[in-house]
């Protein structure tokens, strides 16, 4: 009887081996940006979005220095409003628990320290944005990981 259990504990086990050796063929391998792979909530407000958005306005700077203008995250338009976006970032990780850690190294990071993400044109807004995105990245919560 004891052979009987192992022989089907044996068959059950090299099924489901077989069952996922296929699924993860079937994902297979990517140089995908690694940020994609980390579904990031929409962290920006409804209202400057759509402000924002018709028409979208082009280049790496533009659109994204519209939402922060209307957000209020600048004072003006090359000094971050940081008590804000700070205050902004802080109230969105209380909307979603499991990216507490990622809010705070953002903080750290872009909010706490002046930073330059060096684009052909100076864009704190761009500078801050990518910052975050950056800093989310790296304390991405295992459920929001999808690669």
């Not at 699924?23 to 990517?30: D, E, L």
């Not at 790496?60 to 519209?66: G, I, N, Y």
Request: with cysteine.
């Amino acid at each position: 009887m004891n052979k009987l259990y192992f022989a089907l504990i044996l068959i059950i086990s090299v099924v489901k081996a077989d069952v996922i050796e296929v699924q993860a063929r079937k994902k297979g391998a990517t140089l995908k940006p690694i940020s994609a792979c980390c579904d990031i909530p929409e962290l920006g407000s409804p209202k400057p979005l759509t402000e924002c958005s018709n028409p979208k306005l082009p280049g790496p700077c533009r659109d994204v220095q519209c939402v922060f203008e209307k957000s209020g995250f600048l004072t003006d338009q090359n000094k971050l409003n940081k008590e804000v976006y700070k205050n902004h970032l802080l109230q969105w990780a209380d909307k979603h628990k499991d990216w507490s850690s990622a809010v705070n190294k953002a903080i750290e990071d872009c909010v706490d320290k002046d930073i330059r993400q060096y684009l052909d044109e100076p864009c704190k807004a761009y500078d801050v944005f990518t910052c975050t995105g950056i800093a989310m990245l790296k304390k991405c919560p295992k459920a929001a990981w999808k690669c």
